[in-house]
Nanobody, 122 residues
C-alpha cells in the first residue's frame, strides 16, 4: 500500500501563497497519476488539480485555475501544489491522491494522504 507524507499547510492571509508537498513511500510513484482534493467543513470533498504520470498533462478545477499549479518530481517521489492569490474560500483540508489515470472524480483514486489544513484569513 502506498503511503504519503503531506506537508506545507498552515495559516495565511488572503492574497498570500503556500506550497503543499506530498511524498510517497514507494518507488512506483511514477506509475501513478496524482491529484489534490480538498474538503471544507460541512462540504463534500472536491477536486482541485491532477497531473499525469510523467507530468505532461494537468487539469484544474475552475475555482483554482490561474492561481494554483500542480507539479511533480518523480525522482523525489513528490507532488506539489503551489497556491497563489489565496482566498478565504480556499480554506479546507487538502488531500493528495494516487490512481491509474489523471481524472477529476474522487472514485478514480486508490490511495490517499492524511490531509493537511490550509486556512486563509481575511
Amino acid at each position: 500500500q502506498v503511503r504519503f507524507l503531506e506537508s506545507g499547510g498552515g495559516l495565511v492571509q488572503a492574497g498570500g501563497s503556500l506550497r503543499l508537498s506530498c511524498t510517497a513511500s514507494e518507488r512506483a510513484f511514477s506509475t501513478y497519476a496524482m491529484a489534490w482534493f480538498r474538503q471544507a467543513p460541512g462540504k463534500e470533498r472536491e477536486f482541485v488539480a491532477t497531473i499525469s504520470r510523467r507530468g505532461g498533462d494537468t487539469y484544474y478545477a475552475d475555482s483554482v485555475k490561474g492561481r494554483f499549479t500542480i507539479s511533480r518530481d518523480n525522482a523525489k517521489n513528490t507532488v506539489y501544489l503551489q497556491m497563489n492569490s489565496l482566498k478565504p474560500e480556499d480554506t479546507a483540508v487538502y488531500y493528495c491522491a494516487a490512481g491509474p489515470w489523471a481524472v477529476v472524480t474522487f472514485s478514480g483514486y486508490d490511495y490517499w494522504g492524511q490531509g493537511t489544513q490550509v486556512t486563509v484569513s481575511l
